[in-house]
Each structure stands twice: as structure tokens, then as C-alpha cells.
């Protein structure tokens, strides 16, 4: 909650002198002038943060590299060809390595015990971009662009307004009483149609704790794994979710459609069984009829056609860009928590 909020004003204050809409004419001195007077621009200043990646990676990397950049610290991008690890040397003698020259670990990794690993013998924080379990940098852009939306949301109900505490700021960018606070959200419900996987994880330890449903539905075989369901229940998040095998039943009433990639990373060679167990749960306005009248829709991206017809995805329900974009804010807000300056007052957890 506190990092998507300090996402929201991140991106309130910066993107106008950086989004697509500002012409390259504009782009001047001033602009590079504003922008650093619009962010903490020192708060990685001489530190090096390791962007360990052993998978592919589009968004999950740009928004690390660019915002590691726009903090005033430098990324180092090593991939699995790069570097020792897992060839000619040990993920522990590695994670001690690595931290021992720079001052943050973010990794994608296959298996999630790698990622444990990491952590285990790092000296620096380590951030999971990505494991077989988990992506949970995911859930914080799809939260923020949740936010960003709860003028769709607002008239499905009166939201609770609840006082999010300003994190106390240690840096000298405050947020300024001309930032709008982040809109609040009313208690949604969101249906997951299709393959149990690391995003929708974090989706199932996150949404509940934050007063939202989830209608998760997918063929039997395909439930989480019982480590993740012991996690949600050990969070009392079981409480907010329903299981469903129907994806029409999932979807009734829903204010927001999720769906992932049928075949993750690594899953390649399980492909065509895959695409035979899902068939059914595609994502297209007619699965939706029964949908709340306003439903919009997610995916963390890259998409296939499998799990979502073009007509959804490139329609006007479709928050996949902006969810995509706000990546970079979210992870900047991460960044400047975990590696940076900005830190948590003493009433937050
Ligand atoms: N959503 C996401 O993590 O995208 P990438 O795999 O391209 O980083
Ligand atoms: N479930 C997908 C997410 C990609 C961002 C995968 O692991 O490939």
C-alpha cells in the first residue's frame, strides 16, 4: 500500500515531463531540470544495483534499468550467459559476490529456491523479479493502475475511506500538497480466468489483505501448489477467495478480469497438453457477458491470443498498457524503499 502510494507520487510529479505526449523538440535542458527537481534523483547516488536475470525479461527489466537510471544509480545487467552462476559456480558463492559489490540484488530466477537462496547469503536486499512461484512486483503496478482507474470503480459502491499515513520521507523530495492523494478504491471483486501461476500468487496473498475478492477459476489439475496455498492461508486470505472450475461462474459480477500466459517460462515443452486443458477459458466479451456492466481487464504481459481474443486486449476495457507502464513507478517506489533513501515512518510496518 505504502509503495504503490509513493508510486502514485512519483509518477504524478515526473511523468508529465516525460511521457510520449511531450514533443522531442521539448525535450531540453529544462526538461531534464524538471524531471530530477520532480524525483528523488540522488537516491541510488553511487550504489550499483545487480539485475541478476536468468529468464527473459521485457518490462520487468526496462522499469529496473530506467528507474535504477532516474534515482541516480547505475544497473548492471547480468544474464545467465554473463555471469558463473549456475555453470562454474554456486548461487550461495555468487549471492555473496555479487553483494559484496553492489548494493541491491534483483533476480529472475527459474525454480523459486533459487531466489531463497539469494537471499540467503546476500548482504543486500534482494528483490524477486520473477520466480516459479511468485512476481509479486507484478501485483504492485496492477494495484496502482487499480488506483489509477477508481473513477470507473467509484459508482460501484461508496468506498470506505481509509487515512493512508504519508511515509516520512528522508530524502528532500516531500510529497507537496499540490500531489493528488491516490484515489481510493471500494472493495472489488476480481476474477482470474485461466493458469495458476506466479501472478496470480501474489494476486491471492495481496488483493484479500487490501478488502478485495477473488472468483479464481482453472481446471483442477492446475491449482496453486500447496506451499502457496499454505501462505495464503497462513495470511487469512483464503477467506476472500472462491474457487471455481466454470470460468462463467468466475467472471459473474466481477468489476475486474485477470489472466495470464497459459505456458510460463520453462514450461515450453508442456505446451500443447496446456493449450488442450485451458480450451474454454479464453478471455473474450461473450466469457464477460455476466460481468459487472463495467468490467475492465488485466494481464501482466507478454500475451498470447490463447487466453485472450484481440478484441478484449486491444479494446476499450483493456488496462494492459497502462498496467505495463506502471511498472516503472512501482518499481521506482520499490527501488527507493529498499535500496534507496526514502524509508517507512515508524508507525508503518
Ligand atoms: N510482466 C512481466 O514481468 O513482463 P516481462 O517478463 O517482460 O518482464
Ligand atoms: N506466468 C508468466 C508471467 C510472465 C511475466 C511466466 O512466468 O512466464
Known amino acids: 500500500k505504502h509503495i504503490v502510494n509513493h508510486a502514485h507520487m512519483l509518477k504524478t510529479r515526473a511523468k508529465p515531463w516525460m511521457g510520449p505526449q511531450r514533443s522531442s523538440a521539448a525535450v531540453d535542458g529544462s526538461t531534464t531540470n524538471s524531471v530530477k527537481a ?30 535504477v537510471a532516474l534515482l541516480g544509480g547505475r544497473a548492471l ?39 531463497e537462496e539469494i537471499a540467503k547469503w546476500a548482504d543486500v536486499p534482494v528483490v524477486n523479479a520473477l ?45 507537496p500538497e499540490t500531489t493528488p492523494a491516490l484515489p481510493a478504491l471500494p472493495p472489488l471483486t476480481i476474477a482470474y480466468v485461466g493458469d495458476c501461476a506466479n501472478v496470480l500468487h501474489d494476486m491471492l ?20 501448489p500447496a506451499e502457496v496455498m499454505r501462505r495464503v492461508v497462513q495470511l487469512g486470505c483464503n477467506r476472500g477467495i472462491e474457487w471455481f ?52 481487464f488485466m494481464h501482466c504481459l507478454p500475451r498470447k491470443s490463447d487466453e485472450v481474443n484481440d478484441e478484449v486486449f486491444y479494446g476499450p476495457r483493456s488496462l494492459v498498457f497502462q498496467e505495463a507502464d506502471n511498472r516503472k513507478w512501482t518499481t521506482m517506489a520499490l527501488f527507493d524503499l529498499l535500496f534507496g533513501q526514502w524509508s517507512l515512518g515508524p508507525e508503518d510496518p
Open 131 to 175: 520466480s516459479s512461484l511468485w512476481h509479486p512486483t507484478q501485483i504492485l503496478a496492477g494495484l496502482l493502475t487499480l488506483h489509477d482507474h477508481a473513477a470507473v470503480f467509484q459508482s460501484l459502491s461508496k468506498p470506505t475511506p481509509t487515512p493512508t499515513p504519508s511515509p516520512t520521507s528522508t530524502h528532500a523530495i516531500a510529497q
Open 205 to 224: 496473498v495481496a488483493y484479500p489483505r487490501l478488502g478485495h475478492r477473488m472468483r479464481v477459476a482453472a481446471p483442477l489439475q492446475y491449482r496453486p
Open 245 to 296: 472450475e466454470n470460468p462463467l461462474e468466475a467472471v459473474y459480477g466481477a468489476h475486474v478480469v485477470v489472466t495470464d500466459t497459459w505456458v510460463s517460462m520453462g514450461q515450453e515443452a508442456e505446451k500443447e497438453e496446456r493449450i488442450r486443458a485451458f480450451e474454454g477459458y479464453q478471455v473474450t466479451e461473450k466469457l464477460c457477458a455476466h460481468a459487472h456492466p463495467d468490467w475492465m
Open 38 to 67: 520532480n524525483l528523488p534523483a540522488e537516491s541510488l547516488h553511487a550504489k550499483t544495483i545487480a539485475l541478476l536475470f536468468s529468464k527473459r525479461s521485457t518490462r520487468t527489466r526496462l522499469a529496473a534499468e530506467t528507474s
Open 77 to 115: 545487467f547480468l544474464g545467465r550467459d554473463d555471469i558463473q552462476m549456475g555453470v562454474n559456480e554456486s548461487v550461495r558463492d555468487t549471492a555473496r559476490i555479487v553483494s559484496g559489490m553492489c548494493q541491491g540484488i534483483v533476480a529472475r530466477v527459474g525454480d523459486h529456491s533459487e531466489i
